[in-house]
């Protein structure tokens, strides 16, 4: 079982940035591919970034050249680097670690406001 804390959320104003920390618990960090998701109200819930094991990155087209993903596997930490926010950028941030076969866990989210 994999437990996922996200943290770092909250209010910023357009044009600001946020920085999301995910700790995951367990030594199998290093063995996934780890990801941030958003979902708006009455929106699904779509892909934000990815991370692979090896630090190759993919990401939605709504934030590309705005946000990064990294990951500290030392410390079981992805980080999602939020800059130059946008009012459309609120959302809920799930934090998803997959280790394929099935085996795919979500923290609880944290809540990012932008005020225009």
């Known amino acids: 079982q994999v437990q996922l804390v996200e943290s770092g959320g909250g209010l910023v104003q357009a044009g600001g940035s946020l920085r999301l920390p995910c700790a995951a618990s367990g030594s199998i960090f290093r063995l996934a591919i780890m990801g941030w998701y958003r979902q708006a109200p009455g929106s699904q819930r779509e892909l934000v970034a990815t991370?692979?094991?090896?630090?190759?990155?993919n990401y939605g087209d709504s934030v590309k050249g705005r946000f990064a993903i990294s990951r500290d596997n030392a410390k079981n930490t992805v980080y999602l680097q939020m800059n130059s926010l946008k009012p459309e950028d609120t959302a809920g941030y799930y934090c998803?670690?997959?280790?394929?076969?099935?085996?795919?866990?979500w923290g609880k989210g944290t809540l990012v406001t932008v005020s225009s």
């Open positions: 998803n670690c997959n280790l394929g076969m099935g085996r795919d866990y």
């Open positions: 991370i692979t094991i090896g630090g190759r990155t």
